[in-house]
């Protein structure tokens, strides 16, 4: 048949991303008999073709094309908006950045549970934290197809629990690994990830940690200091109240026995407020200019 008579566009886009096909009907061809039957063409193969089973197969690869070009329309369309929603902005596409988790001591709780749930994310399998194992109950499905995917959906629950279960040990301590690695009530990730968090993502443990941390003369005062203010601000964000000027007595009653005379000083000397960025200048210039 003659294609263009019948104004089909071969390539399958037509002139507007395959709109032009959305109202293209072939005509249904009028019966005629010869001999008691349809109209009858010869096929490629030599064999007798009726003339309705041609109609019927151009309309359904007519049919097939307009459902194609339709699909690539849409495909080029999203393609096209994406491009430039960037060039617009001046952007280069965004790349995934790999992430880098940290080894849980039991200090570092807050930013190793974040790293560890994008580290999850990045493997497709932080959802298994959240959600159940997917249940097959007899009578449920009505059909096989179904049942099928409920036990297809199962079976890959099960998988990325083990790799999620398997990437939260890899990420522990030596102690902490041998601690939980070893415990046979510990059958899933998101049984795991709720052990560690109430150890030591709770509030109870953040003051615990607070109240117990202590300062030594071995070590580098002000870094000591930094890290009981990275402490502070855990408890704080917890959404526990504690004041600035509660945790500036708490750093001068926490100082090591050689720095009791600081203490002493401090309170007498300073006249302003003393707050704790006014509390760490004089450490600093203390530690690096006096007890040198």
């Given amino acids: ?39 009858v063409f010869e096929g490629r193969d030599g064999m007798p073709v009726s003339g309705y089973v ?14 194609v070009a339709k699909i690539e329309s849409k495909l080029r369309s999203e393609r ?7 060039g617009m902005s001046g952007l280069a596409r965004p790349e995934l950045v790999p992430i880098d988790p940290v080894r849980l001591d039991g200090k570092n709780y807050p930013i190793w549970a974040r790293r560890m749930e994008f580290f999850l994310k990045e493997l497709k399998v932080e959802y298994v934290l959240y959600e159940p194992c997917p249940s097959i109950i007899v009578g449920s499905v009505a059909f096989s197809g179904g049942l099928t995917e409920l036990k297809d959906a199962k079976e890959k629950w099960i998988k990325d629990d083990f790799l999620g279960l398997r990437t939260i040990l890899n990420y522990l301590c030596d102690d902490l690994l041998h601690r939980y690695g070893k415990r046979k009530k510990t059958t899933s990730a ?45 408890v704080v964000a917890s959404g526990m109240t504690l004041s600035e000027k509660f945790h500036v007595s708490a750093i001068l009653s926490k100082l090591p ?35 040198v």
């Fill in 80 to 86: 096209d908006n994406e491009q430039r929603e960037y």
């Fill in 54 to 67: 041609i109609w019927r197969d151009l309309n359904k690869r007519t049919r097939d094309m307009h459902a």
């Fill in 1 to 39: 048949m003659d294609t263009e008579r019948l104004g089909i566009d071969p390539s399958g886009k037509g002139r507007n991303g395959g709109e032009e096909l959305k109202d293209t009907k072939l005509p249904k061809p009028t019966p005629w008999k010869i001999g008691g039957f349809y109209g």
């Fill in 257 to 291: 026995a050689s720095w009791k005379h600081v203490n002493i000083k401090l309170k007498r000397n300073i006249d302003e407020p003393l707050t704790l960025e006014v509390l760490m200048d004089h450490l600093r210039i203390e530690e690096e200019y006096v007890c």
């Fill in 190 to 234: 998101k049984q795991l990830w709720d052990d560690l968090k109430l150890m030591f993502g709770t509030k109870k443990y953040l003051v615990r940690k607070y109240m117990d941390f202590q300062m030594v003369d071995e070590k580098p005062l002000v870094e000591q200091i930094q890290e009981f203010n990275r402490i502070f601000d855990e």
